[in-house]
């Protein structure tokens, strides 16, 4: 019997079941007062050590997403945005499309929340525990480039194209050179293959996407080609969100400081 009570804890220990060894004694100790079934028990358990595991894969994820700054979907304003289709975004947000395989581009000029939302849809891919990598188009061009002189690049393009998520933000924002868009290019094609899911956002219309990849404009509509090939494309052609946002602010000042002015 002693030797059943000894492995019970030097078993988790070996499991690597920490928090049901650490919880273990309590446990007992509550599934002795309470009258617990002995499934009740393992059930105990194996509920706090399952919760503890997901907890930390969920902290790793959002590490290793590398998001700029935390963004949440329900903390998007509708109402602010009529172009944006709330059904839509509520559909993205199940991430069915990251298990498809779909890619998601959203397009539009500066601060319509674009990026808010890419980044919405990562936290929640996050949140479950799941593989996800933010990055900005030049900065992925950047370390892909520096990657291939120092001949790092199969490793880096493996850790690009591995996570169920990509998303590229600001893609069309800063010229890319030649070497900077064919390894762009090879990002979106071994995704591509891979059947992996890519958020994308770009000011830039897909007509002006031979800027975007150096100006080649074979590589720039290979490029599409495959992006389009799965993807959902929402187009934001609203006012910018901040703009607003100060115009209101300016609007509440304006009025007080007529409050202020003596009258006559
Ligand atoms: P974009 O990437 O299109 O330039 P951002 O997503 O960076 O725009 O939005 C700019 C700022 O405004 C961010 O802080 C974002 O959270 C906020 N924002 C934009 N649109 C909305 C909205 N409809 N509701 C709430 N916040 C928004
Ligand atoms: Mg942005």
Not at 82 to 96: Q, S, Y
């Amino acid at each position: 019997m002693r030797l059943y009570e000894e492995l019970a804890k030097t078993g988790l220990e070996d499991l690597k079941m920490m928090t049901a060894l650490e919880t273990l004694d309590t446990a007992s100790q509550e599934a002795a007062a309470g009258g617990w079934s002995y499934t009740h028990f393992l059930g105990y358990l194996l509920d706090g050590e399952l919760k503890a595991r997901h907890r930390l894969r969920v902290k790793m994820s959002l590490q290793f997403a590398r998001f700029p700054y935390l963004k949440r979907i329900e903390d998007f304003d509708y109402g602010a945005q009529p172009a944006v289709d709330r059904r839509l975004i509520e559909e993205l947000h199940t991430l069915r499309f990251v298990d498809e395989g779909r890619n998601i581009i959203f397009l539009g000029p500066p601060g319509v929340g674009k990026t808010h939302l890419a980044i919405g849809l990562g936290v929640a891919l996050a949140e479950e525990g799941r593989r996800v990598y933010f990055t900005t188009a030049i900065d992925l061009a950047t370390r892909l480039s520096k990657a291939l002189h120092e001949n790092r690049l199969p490793r880096i393009m493996k850790n690009l194209t591995r996570p169920k998520l990509l998303i590229i933000d600001e893609v069309g924002y800063l010229k890319l050179d030649k070497v900077q868009a064919s390894l762009l290019f090879q990002v979106i094609s071994g995704r591509y293959e891979l059947e992996s899911a890519t958020v994308i956002t770009s000011n830039k219309a897909f007509g002006e996407w031979g800027d975007v990849f150096a100006e080649d404009a074979v590589m720039a509509s290979a490029a599409l080609d495959r992006l389009l090939h799965r993807s959902t494309v929402l187009k934001i052609n609203g006012d910018s969100y901040r703009m607003m946002e100060k115009k209101k602010a300016g609007v509440k000042l304006a009025n007080e400081e007529s409050k202020k002015a003596p009258k006559g």
